[in-house]
């Protein structure tokens, strides 16, 4: 029980020490299942939604990346929560 409970701290102490835009990108994963770098910067004001993905999973969250294409043809990635 114990290990379980370190294990749990020491997750907690990870996020603790997340950047705040990556906190957004968390929080925002956590309730709406996905974001896209356009969605980041309008709703945000985040820019580099790759660097807070890396920092995610840095700390161990599993986030997908499944490339799109807008109706110009134009790719970009948008990052999914792995199931």
Do not use: F, W
Not at 12 to 22: D, E, T
Not at 27 to 51: C, D, F, M
């Amino acid at each position: 029980m114990a290990n379980g409970t370190q294990t749990n701290q020491m997750n907690i102490m990870k996020l603790l020490k997340l950047k705040p835009q990556a906190r957004k990108v968390l929080n925002h994963l956590t309730k709406r299942k996905s974001i896209s770098p356009l969605e980041a910067l309008h709703v945000y004001g985040i820019y580099r939604l790759a660097a807070c993905i890396h920092e995610l999973r840095k700390i161990g969250i599993q986030i997908n990346t499944v490339m799109k294409a807008d109706a110009s043809g134009h790719h970009y990635a948008r990052y999914e929560v792995a199931a």
